[in-house]
């Protein structure tokens, strides 16, 4: 990134076409939903409930709980909102793993067998298939996730290298979804560690030049439900829709926990 | 029922709500409530950039900026608005970097800064770089930012709690000519805690209004499922006015067929539209700028390719937004997502494939009328004390018939900070104005009908038939006949809503009802979005009418201003009165609009 902007060639204004661009009908076929489905208000006990619905080559796992919400069963609960991967509200297990509904096409899954979908583990389940979130939020919060810098303000901008702001680059990517944290077995057993995400924020502070608040974020992430619980089992970096690299950056933090504070 | 008490409490939480939040908080006793978490807010979602005259690259200034926003705007925009947004722009992406953003730099360290849609060098000599960037996920950036900053100031907010009615008090105010009139006054508002179905009362002096758009109008859009024009229904109801809800932007990228977003920066970095032909067809439509020519211009061009025969694909539908010019490594510099995009959705590799693109519902021009205080109208010219709006929400107007592309993102961050300021200065002065009898009346006695409901209409087939009607009548060409029919549907639509049914009786995350409740607002704002363009009878912007293809400025120079008013019945748009508003003119004069 950061390049200096070059003139690219004019295009040409007229090209030869081949011809380009899917083949008709879209696909149509089966899938079987399975869905965890639990409502503290009618009962204790979670369920798997089951449909069979029709649906299409472009459609995403969301769009299958949408049709079964919309048109069979209104009471299915689970979050959404921008529907194509940048708002973080629909992660979710499907087959196992932690995905955004919405980045997931039905076709890349193997149909022939029930698609299981289950709310991400490790926080507390309110219905269906939403979490209660403030507990990810709470770590997200204490690792100070907003700049601090003790310097007078220029009347313009901080001055920062094209170098400089590639270094923390991919961390800004991460969209709070919980997809990590929520797919690691530390945090499974032990709801106290920070966990994945709040790592990421932290890290994506502490590599930032413009920023003066490392060594405190440093010396939370030093703690004992901190970075070193990490065990670098890279479940989190398979999760991430947003294709950071989690356990790297983790990695990075620890790193600096030991070169920088100690 | 629990009644809260605050000075300032702000209604949403994207890009205008935080932005005002951090102002507001830091001055007064604020909360934020908002329907999302503020993460999820669809400021995320905004991808190019947002402009200002930083001249970090090369010459430039506010005046050229405030030029191009109202020239890209077909004169319809009030150019004191434009020129305060133009002006504050600087200060507002300078703001944003220090409170952390990551814009992408130049060489020297600062600010980059690239070309996009309708912004132009002295007066539309050539396109100019002025959108500042953080790749293609600067409103990711810039949501991310805000709440970090949130987070920062320990602002209080209220998660997942939908605000379903404002609650404003009439008062007879008499004028100096003996004259009386109504005065609105801001009371609070009504909420309801999607957790467990509990209804809560706040008490504000002041009230903002930050809600976002009504993209879900329409069937093929860019934004998200939540964007159902609360804010707009809830002022509407309320009894304030909607200005110039017949302008709907259709962004011109849009995915073909999902209509996901695919950011113009993707021009704006040098990606160009071609047809079946293979023709470069913007040349013919805008021979000066071309590609980068504004988004009312480009959609309808790609509309009128597709008409005309030369759509590409397999029923000639869409057509190519070409990429393959470009390296490969400058797209993954500067346009990572939306070429992730289009691999992930339509399986189409961008480096070697053209991407199948048509245009898609994007923003909504119109909505709650304010001034450049962010102080919302209830006529032309009446305050309505303690109530303010800013973002998509809002119409100040700086966007008037057409937004240019970024000047979203600047207006979120302008007005909103003037919103939060402002509703904060009000408050320190203001006194409580007592909540009404029964305010939870309205709210608890629509819910409870909906929950009791057997009259086996499902809010998902309306919706669609709603959607689907809008974007067959209402999309880029429109004429009388299109408006009609698409009014005959909302009205057939209107009727059936008394007869939703909902499947889920719990309390606790019942989206099912809440789904309910924005068709509701989605229905009324068609309703006023398709009689605004009936009487519109000129083309301008984003409102296209076939049967009326030129720009009218004789008669139709004016802000559409439409009423709730049950005691109306004009040319059949029975319940809704339209009226207008001059536009406020300060130095460019309407000329023809060509690129």
């Not at chain 2, 209604?11 to 006793?29: C, L, P, Y």
């Not at chain 2, 930012?145 to 605000?163: A, R, S, W």
């Not at chain 2, 809010?459 to 698409?486: G, H």
């Amino acid at each position: 990134m950061s390049t200096p902007t070059k003139e690219a060639a004019e295009p040409a204004s007229k090209i030869d076409m081949k011809e380009s661009g899917g083949g008709g009908e879209i696909p149509s076929f089966d899938v079987t939903l399975q869905v965890r489905r639990y409502d503290p208000e009618f009962s204790d006990d979670a369920r798997w409930d089951e449909w069979t619905i029709t649906m299409y080559g472009t459609d995403r796992v969301l769009d299958a709980l949408h049709k079964v919400k919309w048109e069979i069963d209104g009471s299915l609960t689970f979050r959404r909102s921008c529907a194509h991967g940048v708002c973080g509200s629909d992660a979710m297990r499907i087959n196992g793993r932690n995905r955004l509904a919405c980045k997931v096409l039905l076709k890349d899954l193997d149909t022939s067998k029930p698609i299981m979908v289950e709310p991400i583990k490790g926080l507390p389940v309110e219905k269906d298939l939403i979490v209660d979130m403030e507990p990810f939020f709470q770590s997200y919060r204490e690792i100070m996730p907003f700049m601090v810098n003790n310097s007078p303000a220029p009347t313009g901008e901080r001055i920062q290298s094209p170098e400089e702001r590639e270094r923390f680059d991919d961390t800004t990517k991460c969209i709070l979804c919980a997809a990590c944290t929520s797919s690691c077995p530390v945090f499974w057993t032990d709801g106290q560690y920070f966990g994945p995400a709040a790592i990421v924020n932290a890290h994506r502070f502490i590599f930032d030049s413009r920023d003066d608040a490392g060594d405190m974020r440093l010396e939370v992430l030093n703690d004992k439900e901190g970075v070193w619980r990490c065990r670098t089992i890279f479940n989190c970096t398979d999760a991430c829709p947003r294709g950071i690299e989690v356990t790297k950056a983790i990695q990075e933090v620890k790193r600096a926990v030991l070169t920088r504070s100690m | 029922m629990q009644v809260h008490k605050y000075d300032v409490v702000i209604v949403g939480a994207g890009g205008a709500g935080m932005r005002a939040a951090i102002e507001s908080g830091q001055r007064a006793h604020t909360a934020v409530l908002t329907k999302l978490y503020p993460t999820r807010s669809h400021t995320g979602a905004a991808q190019g950039g947002m402009c200002a005259a930083l001249a970090n690259v090369e010459e430039d200034n506010w005046e050229w900026h405030t030029f191009d926003t109202v020239k890209g705007g077909d004169y319809l925009v009030d150019q004191d608005a434009a020129e305060v947004m133009a002006k504050e722009a600087i200060d507002a992406v300078l703001d944003l970097e220090k409170m952390g953003l990551p814009f992408n730099r130049t060489p020297e360290g600062k600010i980059d800064q690239r070309r996009f849609g309708g912004h132009t060098r002295d007066h539309g000599k050539a396109a100019v770089r002025r959108a500042c960037y953080a790749a293609d996920r600067t409103g990711h950036m810039i949501l991310q930012t805000l709440y970090q900053n949130c987070v920062k100031h320990n602002v209080e907010f209220y998660n997942e709690y939908y605000v379903l009615d404002l609650l404003t008090v009439d008062e007879e105010v008499t004028r100096e000519d003996g004259t009386t009139y109504m005065q609105k006054k801001t009371a609070g508002v009504v909420s309801y805690d999607l957790a467990n179905g509990e209804i809560h009362v706040f008490q504000a002096k002041s009230v903002v209004f930050a809600t976002g758009g009504l993209g879900k109008i329409f069937k093929t859009t860019s934004n998200a499922h939540t964007l159902t024009a609360d804010g707009m229904a809830l002022a509407y109801r309320a009894g304030i006015p909607l200005e110039d809800m017949e302008f709907v932007q259709f962004h011109p990228t849009g995915l073909a067929g999902l209509g996901i977003l695919l950011s113009e920066a993707a021009r704006g970095e040098g990606a160009i539209l071609r047809n079946s032909e293979g023709e470069r067809f913007m040349e013919r439509y805008a021979p000066t700028i071309k590609d980068l020519a504004p988004r009312d211009i480009v959609a309808r061009s790609m509309a009128n390719e597709v008409r005309e025969g030369r759509g590409a694909g397999p029923n000639k539908d869409y057509v190519l937004l070409d990429l393959t010019h470009l390296e490969p490594a400058h797209i993954d510099a500067k346009l990572p997502d939306i070429t992730e995009f289009a691999r992930t959705y339509l399986g189409v590799e961008p480096y070697t494939e053209p991407v199948p693109v048509f245009p898609t519902c994007h923003y909504a021009m119109g909505g709650v009328p304010t001034n450049v205080k962010a102080e919302v109208l209830q006529d032309n010219d009446t305050v309505v004390p303690g109530l303010f709006a800013a973002g998509e929400v809002a119409c100040v107007s700086v966007h008037g018939s057409n937004r240019l592309g970024t000047n979203s993102l600047l207006d979120i961050n302008v007005f909103g900070k003037r919103a939060g300021i402002a509703a904060a200065e009000y408050a320190a002065t203001a006194e409580f104005v007592d909540i009404p009898e029964n305010p939870t009346a309205f709210t608890e006695n629509q819910l409870n009908a909906m929950r009791a409901s057997t009259g086996g209409e499902r809010t998902a087939t309306l919706r669609t038939e709603l959607q689907e009607t809008m974007d067959a009548n209402m999309q880029v060409f429109r004429s009388e006949e299109t408006i009609k029919e698409a009014l005959a549907v909302i009205a057939d639509l209107r009727k059936r809503y008394k007869n939703v049914q909902i499947q889920d009786k719990g309390k606790r995350f019942n989206l099912d009802l809440l789904e309910a409740v924005e068709l509701g607002f989605l229905l009324d704002m068609a309703e006023v979005m398709t009689v605004a363009a009936l009487h519109r009878k000129e083309s301008r912007g984003g409102h296209y009418r076939e049967d009326y293809p030129e720009r009218d400025d004789e008669n139709f120079m004016l802000h559409s201003m439409m009423y709730l008013d049950p005691e109306s019945s004009t040319d059949g748009t029975t319940g809704i009165r339209a009226d207008t508003k001059p536009v406020v003119f300060t130095r460019y004069e309407p000329m023809e609009r060509k690129y």
